[in-house]
């Protein structure tokens, strides 16, 4: 897959509402203009499994790196906000390690039913 833009993004998570039409649907203008709205990026992440929110920048990401498994960082500047590549990297090549990069992506409905 392409990097995407931030728009692309946003559009691509608009696209993958109208996969439950039991939630509401939204424009990918829309979701731009509730993008400081953290409350509803929340809710929506939850909602959808092919996202998540940047803990450093609050952009959604479709792929990205995992920290200790609870932290997400779309970029490696993001990531670097928190730790050096040095200390990524060690954390990462441990055992059983909750540090990695990954895609949500492919979670998307519109993988799963195509």
């Not at 940047?54 to 960082?73: I, R, S, T």
Request: glycine letters at 2%; charged letters at 35%.
């Amino acid at each position: 897959m392409k990097e995407l833009t931030k728009k692309e993004i946003y559009e691509f998570i608009s696209e993958e509402l109208t996969y439950y039409p039991e939630l509401p649907q939204f424009t990918a203008e829309e979701l731009i203009a509730r993008k400081d709205d953290n409350d509803f990026w929340e809710e929506l992440e939850e909602q959808l499994d092919c996202f998540r929110i940047c803990d450093a920048c609050g952009e959604p990401m479709l792929d990205g790196f995992v920290v200790q498994g609870a932290n997400h960082y779309c970029t490696e500047d993001c990531l670097h906000t928190v730790m050096t590549e040095e200390e990524y990297m060690k954390e990462h090549e441990e055992c059983d390690s909750d540090t990695f990069w990954t895609m949500w992506f492919d979670n998307s409905r519109r993988y799963i039913t195509e």
